[in-house]
């Protein structure tokens, strides 16, 4: 079988104008960007009137391994298998990143017959969501340290200046730099850093922000940095907000492509789940649900962080009720998590299955705890055999949980009708009612210790009385009813990416609190996770080129 770039680029793709038009979205509605992409217009989305609203369907996984778990191609399958059994259904992902695009990862469109295209274009610039949101982001930054140049008022502490500078790249360097160097006309020298852009409060914003009226009041509350007697400076105190405003004009409105199978899909937005929320856009999951008869959307990385997060903030924030979870694991996947080496994957170790198996049931008690119904997808690769897959049958029928095999991967939307009308199945029979994992009133701490309790079975949290106390001085400026937006390895339930499995009893280290005023959370960050990522030993920018004809390679 070709790689998945060159089955992207052989795709029969139709005009974006077709695919809009099955949608009712009128021409004059669509800003195409080229034949195959296009931005829909805010004028159609704040007229948009539903019917019926659309059920929606959060596609979250295990915790990931090097072994792969598939969840963005489990998604586009789900949407094309939905689609093939006569459901209208709309598809809402986020927009990949450079950084892991060139690091690791790789492409993050999907893969083999389950993807969205264009996908080369979708993994690099795609429609410049995230320059512009680097751009407006960068330009707080520069009116920030303008505002000090000239004592403006009111005057910002040079030593209490929390807004950072992001970068849509992985560069470790980048991460404690000092700024201002070579005399009073370069500014004042100060310890500054880069964070990735995914992590930026402004990334965050767009993607939870209900239309531009919301967008704009958000960014105006944007803190940047404090007065000497400690008193909050915002992005509206330094006349920034206009302006940011102007270069997120376009990158608010939801970008429109296809899959291979030519259904349509959403692509809007892209904070990281292990760093930020982990969330397509708001204003794209509430249109695709107007427009839809099911939604499908995943959160990133295991659902101890996206489908933690998605829940409670985004659907906490946007008041959306989710109508089912499909949780995806792999053979490989669980084996890893019991103890087996990628190297021996392909060995069958039933020892190592069945102990893996326990992280699987640990996110499947998770999601319950949010009333959802749950259904396990089988992302099948071709060295699993009859017996493993068995053995993860046996394990979820003991839970209760109904499974689907899926080979979308080889056979797209065909090969994942099981999981589309288990799908259908569970919305249908829905009884028990969603809920959130904790009160708007609980104190932040307590958030923080709920979160790592009940979804990490965790002991306790660790961190230093500088920390409690930034805590209690938000409570008492009145932040205590955000949500908290948990930071850590993507890899474990707990803040050790080796601890695999279904670690219980360790000991959550809280080494630092952000606040996000205007994005509407606090976030904890937990462990060594680091908001600006390095690039590993050999990234996959090493492999990438042009070839003779000018097309990408590499970018799998």
Not at 8 to 36: F, Q
Request: hydrophobic share 45%.
């Amino acid at each position: 079988m070709a790689n998945d770039i060159e089955i992207a680029r052989a795709a029969k793709k139709r005009p974006i104008s077709e695919v809009a038009a099955r949608l009712g979205i009128p021409a004059e509605d669509i800003i195409p960007y080229g034949h195959d992409k296009a931005k829909v217009s805010a004028r159609f989305i704040k007229d948009l009137r539903p019917q019926n609203l659309g059920k929606l369907i959060l596609v979250t996984a295990i915790n990931p391994t090097a072994a792969g778990e598939g969840k963005t191609t489990t998604s586009v399958g789900l949407a094309d298998a939905l689609s093939r059994i006569g459901e209208k259904t709309m598809l809402c992902l986020r927009e990949p990143s450079l950084g892991p695009c060139f690091g690791m990862k790789g492409g993050a469109t999907g893969g083999g017959l389950s993807q969205v295209v264009p996908m080369d274009e979708i993994n690099l610039h795609f429609t410049g969501d995230f320059h512009a949101i680097t751009s407006a982001h960068n330009l707080l930054a520069a009116m920030v340290d303008n505002h000090i140049h000239w004592n403006h008022e009111p005057r910002i502490d040079p030593g209490r200046v929390t807004w950072r500078r992001v970068m849509d790249m992985n560069d470790r360097s980048l991460r404690n730099v000092v700024s201002g160097l070579g005399g009073p006309g370069n500014g004042s020298p100060s310890e500054t850093g880069f964070d990735i852009t995914v992590a930026s409060e402004v990334m965050a914003i767009l993607c939870l922000a209900k239309d531009a009226a919301d967008l704009e009041a958000r960014l105006a509350c944007i803190i940047v940095g404090y007065t000497r007697d400690r008193a909050a400076v915002t992005a509206a105190d330094i006349k920034a907000v206009g302006a940011m405003m102007v270069l997120l004009k376009d990158a608010m409105q939801p970008n429109l492509v296809q899959t291979l199978e030519n259904n349509p899909a959403f692509i809007h937005g892209g904070p990281f789940a292990n760093i930020a929320h982990g969330c397509n856009s708001v204003i794209a999951t509430r249109a695709a649900l107007y427009m839809a008869d099911y939604v499908v959307t995943e959160a990133g990385f295991g659902a101890d962080l996206g489908a933690e997060k998605f829940l409670n903030i985004k659907c906490r924030q946007a008041n959306l009720v989710p109508d089912a979870a499909v949780l995806v694991a792999t053979v490989r996947a669980l084996k890893m998590h019991g103890g087996l080496a990628k190297d021996d994957l392909a060995m069958v170790s039933y020892s190592a299955l069945e102990s893996g198996l326990a992280n699987l049931g640990r996110h499947i008690e998770n999601l319950r705890l949010f009333g959802l119904p749950v259904v396990v997808a089988i992302n099948r690769f071709t060295t699993d055999t009859s017996a493993e897959i068995t053995a993860i049958e046996s394990y979820c029928a003991k839970l209760g949980v109904p499974v689907a095999l899926c080979t979308h991967w080889a056979e797209g939307g065909r090969g994942a009708e099981a999981l589309a009308r288990a799908v259908t199945e569970l919305t249908a029979r829905r009884a028990e009612p969603f809920k959130l994992l904790y009160p708007d009133d609980m104190p932040l701490f307590d958030k923080i210790e709920t979160v790592a309790r009940r979804i990490y079975r965790a002991e306790r949290v660790e961190t230093t009385r500088a920390v409690l106390n930034q805590l209690k001085a938000w409570e008492a400026a009145g932040f205590g009813k955000l949500p908290v937006c948990m930071a850590k390895t993507q890899y474990s339930f707990s803040t050790d990416p080796a601890l695999l499995g279904a670690p219980e009893g360790h000991v959550v280290r809280l080494r630092e609190v952000r606040l996000s005023a205007g994005a509407g959370f606090v976030a904890a960050i937990c462990g060594d996770i680091m908001t600006m990522p390095g690039l590993p030993r050999h990234p996959a920018a090493e492999i990438m080129h042009l070839n003779a004809a000018g097309q990408i390679e590499g970018l799998n």
